[in-house]
């Protein structure tokens, strides 16, 4: 196995005002050069007020360069070349292993942009005894307000989204999808969202531990928010900072429809029992063979599900 390779540069001054706050941002790359540059554009402007940061980028063996346009990005980062495409975990782990026990984490996926101020919107709240981690409101690329918080998967949640669909589900609030209006205008505390930036507390990295490497991909953030949860720390989603989110991949991607499905299937059964995991995955086979003709995704998701 290839052992992570660090390169450092000298780190590029953030913008901030007079309090100091430990925070690392990690970014896991893989094959990001499409996406990366607009996010390291908008690191400026998203961490104005945070005075002590250290960028971190995780490149998983990426073959369209995007280590080397990360090193020579004007922000600073230091890179860690996996050596290997270890996984979205994988590639947390690796960096929070290079930071100190009492940073913060700001945890990115390379397709967002910040909003100006988000970064410190979002530390502020981390300040607050009983927070470990806080997600900021998430923008489509239109500015409209993406849907991106979700509740613990169920049997309800998978049997209503599989015979009503996702958005009919959400909008009864039985599926797994939450679609309250007033939460997502005014923020509050939730079960879990969508992992695609989220600042998590130097108190829950101490008390959660690492990323399940496990998940190489799809409901790692369900299981971490699940152990911050019951560690008695709140999972908190703040209107107040704001990111955009591009995403999207999974739903033209066959494999990665695939593995979504085979780690819900997995994450379901590590917490419940056999009955309960035969019907939660029942509930998913009966989506997906529904949705069957609607295009490739779906199709692999259900072989997915029958063989998981």
Not at 29 to 51: F, K, M, Q, R
Not at 226 to 243: F, I, K, P, Q
Request: charged share 20%; net charge positive.
């Amino acid at each position: 196995m290839d052992r992570p390779q660090a390169e450092d540069r000298q780190h590029a001054a953030v913008p901030g005002r007079n309090r100091t706050v430990s925070l690392a941002v990690v970014i896991v790359t893989y094959n990001s050069a499409s996406v990366l540059p607009g996010l390291l554009d908008s690191l400026p402007a998203g961490l104005e007020g945070i005075a002590n940061c250290q960028v971190i980028v995780v490149d998983n063996a990426s073959r369209d360069g995007s280590a080397d346009l990360a090193l020579t990005h004007p922000i600073g980062a230091k890179v860690i070349r996996m050596g290997r495409n270890a996984g979205y975990s994988a590639g947390i782990n690796a960096a929070t292993a290079t930071v100190a026990p009492h940073a913060d984490l700001l945890v990115l996926n390379p397709d967002v942009r910040l909003h100006p101020g988000a970064a410190r919107h979002l530390v502020d709240r981390l300040a607050e005894a009983s927070v470990g981690v806080v997600a900021p409101q998430i923008l489509h690329e239109d500015n409209t307000i993406a849907k991106s918080l979700r509740r613990e998967p169920t049997i309800v949640t998978a049997w209503s989204e599989a015979l009503l669909g996702g958005k009919r589900a959400a909008k009864l609030g039985i599926g797994e999808i939450i679609d309250n209006s007033t939460l997502y205008s005014t923020g509050g505390k939730v079960e879990w969202v969508t992992g695609a930036i989220l600042a998590i507390s130097a108190r829950a990295r101490r008390v959660v531990g690492d990323w399940d490497e496990t998940f190489f991909l799809y409901s790692e953030e369900v299981d971490y928010l699940a152990r911050v949860r019951r560690s008695g720390l709140s999972v908190l989603y703040d209107t107040t900072a704001r990111a955009v989110h591009i995403g999207g991949d999974y739903l033209r991607d066959p494999f990665l429809s695939a593995l979504m499905t085979r780690n819900r299937i997995r994450y379901y059964r590590r917490c419940h029992g056999p009955v309960a995991s035969a019907l939660f995955r029942l509930g998913i086979i009966v989506g997906e063979a529904r949705r069957a003709a609607w295009g490739h995704g779906h199709r692999a998701a259900l072989r997915a599900a029958l063989i998981s």
